[in-house]
């Protein structure tokens, strides 16, 4: 199984809700990442979990706030986004690192309005 | 700093046709390069991973070859079809530091189309 799911599909939400994406992975990788893909641009690297610990965060604006409670769970919280958030946010896996092949979910369509 | 580019940025052949698709890197100390294909509002799904080491790699119809010392690597889609099309994107990944670990850096992509 080489699948990464990420709920929900697609989400709307206004600049002062609160909402969480999840993403999920029973393939046993320990290296977890959130990308944020805008129309027409390739994905950016957001945060990398390794072990469950944050290894990267790419100067990501405190409104979103990653967490992996566990080695197949990666969430990415969100609150008090703007409209320019509005974006594809896209997880992936990696065996060990990034230096393996890594896997993508099918992402999550963010609209902030 | 790592620059990736995808030439050219869309493409269009009839079925039955080969597709080349190319992959430049300005920084030659990858540890690997990475194919992957999406479809319009969808995820990225794995196509093919080469390392530094290979000089190229087939999964059926696919075969991806990849020249490190002049920076490139080049997708060839063999016999195309309509279900081929999407959008190609290559990703290098950096050769091991603590900084640049775990960062795939993406080129911008060659969207595809192939006419029935």
């Known amino acids: 199984d080489t699948e990464v799911t990420q709920t929900p599909k697609h989400l709307v939400m206004g600049m002062t809700n609160k909402k969480s994406l999840k993403c999920e992975q029973h393939?046993?990788?320990?290296?977890m990442y959130w990308y944020k893909q805008k129309a027409k641009k390739p994905p950016e690297l957001m945060f990398v979990?390794?072990?469950?610990?944050?290894?990267i965060n790419e100067s990501v604006p405190s409104r979103f706030s990653p967490e992996c409670p566990n080695s197949s769970l990666l969430n990415l919280h969100l609150h008090a986004l703007q409209p320019e958030d509005s974006a594809l946010y896209l997880c992936?896996?990696?065996?060990?690192?990034?230096?393996?092949?890594?896997?993508f979910g099918q992402g999550t369509r963010l609209t902030v309005v | 700093k790592q620059e990736v580019t995808q030439i050219p940025a869309a493409l269009s052949v009839p079925e039955g046709e080969n597709l080349v698709l190319n992959c430049s890197f300005t920084?030659?100390?990858?540890?690997?390069l990475q194919w992957f294909r999406q479809d319009p509002g969808k995820g990225l799904t794995s196509l093919l991973l080469?390392?530094?080491?290979?000089r190229e790699q087939t999964s059926g119809r696919l075969n991806a070859s990849l020249d490190k010392s002049s920076g490139r690597s080049t997708l060839y889609i063999a016999a195309s079809q309509p279900g081929d099309s999407a959008t190609y994107l290559c990703?290098?990944?950096?050769?091991?530091?603590?900084?640049?670990?775990?960062?795939?850096?993406f080129g911008a992509g060659t969207q595809v189309v192939v006419t029935p």
């Open positions: 992936a896996s990696s065996p060990i690192g990034g230096w393996t092949e890594a896997f």
């Open positions: 393939m046993g990788h320990r290296a």
């Open positions: 979990y390794s072990y469950e610990k944050l290894s």
């Open positions: 920084d030659s100390a990858i540890y690997n």
């Open positions: 080469i390392q530094s080491s290979q």
């Open positions: 990703a290098v990944s950096p050769t091991m530091t603590t900084d640049s670990w775990g960062k795939l850096q």
